[in-house]
């Protein structure tokens, strides 16, 4: 199994910013992708920013210029730097992974427990 606790969530006033992380712990053979989702109120989950191993970050085009993901791969650890947030941005936060537990399988999915971002004056 592999489990996801993120942290960094919380009320921040528009154009603040904010750093959440996610650290991975577990049993895999490797991980082949980290990323983060949110999801408003009454809206779907949608991709905020991935990286696949090796790979070149992918933004949801909201967040471009604004947002910026960065792994440790030492750590396994996937950070999501929030900066000049707006009220729009307000949200829970899912960070995923998508690993593999065991050689020749297709990787699966997991799921963080989520954190709550609030842009608000």
């Known amino acids: 199994q592999v489990q996801l606790v993120e942290s960094g969530g919380g009320l921040v006033e528009p154009g603040g910013s904010l750093r959440l992380s996610c650290a991975a712990s577990?049993?895999?053979?490797?991980?082949?992708?980290m990323g983060w989702y949110r999801q408003a109120p009454g809206k779907e989950r949608e991709l905020v920013a991935g990286?696949?191993?090796?790979?070149?970050?992918d933004y949801l085009e909201a967040v471009k210029g604004r947002f910026t993901i960065s792994r440790d791969y030492a750590k396994n650890t996937v950070y999501l730097q929030m900066n000049s947030l707006k009220p729009e941005d307000t949200a829970v936060y899912y960070c995923?992974?998508?690993?593999?537990?065991?050689?020749?399988?297709?990787?699966?999915?997991?799921w963080g427990q989520g954190t709550q971002v609030t842009v608000s004056s």
């Open positions: 995923n992974t998508k690993a593999r537990r065991y050689l020749l399988t297709t990787p699966e999915d997991y």
């Open positions: 990286v696949a191993s090796g790979g070149v970050p």
């Open positions: 577990g049993r895999w053979v490797s991980i082949d992708y």
